[in-house]
């Protein structure tokens, strides 16, 4: 799959993810570490977006492979956006669809099976901490959990092409206000229900909860930092 990466960012190499199996679609909005939203097709590398726990992670690398007869999916009810290997943050740790297809690209990543019932990690941001220009790391996000309560699947022209940004810090961003990971470095202790670590940041990293405007805390484990 095509992967666009930026020679002076990082240092990060594409092994965890050649296939670029697991992706958004167009228009699928990330928010970004100023407070905007930005369609996932015009990033860049060097660009900063919010993940897990409302910290900041630069972009190293854009992977746009083909959809190749995958399935598209949604949650109760929305638009489909995802292929089935992308892991979503849950309270009980880090999930996907196919779980198996995710191992394919990072076996390391500990991921466990997303169904009806599970609570997903939601995040936006608050109206309180929209930056106004250069002070992003002063940007509040607010978490919240949301159930599963239907997962939709819809074929979709084999030629679309998807996409999934490549990322130092843990790996994570927020797609469509779901909390992702984007399957580099090792994921942590809180995929598939195992306990979570600690918040690097010296919070309480737990996943329950409705999270205020001001708590920096998203829930479940962040991947460790091996970009």
């Known amino acids: ?71 598209l999916y949604a949650f109760n009810g929305g638009t489909p956006f995802v292929t089935a290997e992308h892991p979503f943050l849950t309270m009980a740790g880090w999930k996907s669809i196919d779980p198996r297809a995710t191992a394919l690209e990072n076996a390391a990543l500990k991921v466990a099976a997303l169904q009806t019932g599970d609570l997903l990690t939601r995040a936006r941001q608050s109206a309180a901490g929209v930056a106004d220009g250069n002070l992003a790391r002063d940007a509040e996000v607010a978490f919240w959990l949301d159930p599963v309560r239907t997962i939709e699947a819809v074929a979709a022209d084999p030629e679309t092409l998807v996409y999934n940004l490549l990322l130092d810090g843990d790996h994570s961003y927020i797609a469509n206000g779901f909390v992702v990971h984007n399957k580099g470095g090792e994921g942590g202790e809180g995929g598939g229900g195992g306990d979570r670590g600690g918040d690097d940041r010296g919070g309480d990293d ?22």
């Open 206 to 227: 737990r996943g329950g909860g409705e999270r205020g405007d001001d708590d920096r805390r998203g829930g479940g484990e962040r991947g460790r930092d091996h970009a």
């Open 1 to 71: 799959a095509p992967v666009v990466f930026h020679p002076d960012i990082g240092g990060a190499t594409p092994s965890y993810a050649e296939s670029g199996s697991s992706c958004f679609l167009a228009g699928t909005v990330v928010l970004m570490a100023d407070g905007q939203e930005r369609a996932i097709e015009t990033l860049r590398p060097g660009d900063l977006v919010r993940g897990a726990g409302g910290r900041v992670n630069r972009v190293v690398g854009v992977e746009t492979p083909r959809l190749a007869g995958r399935r």
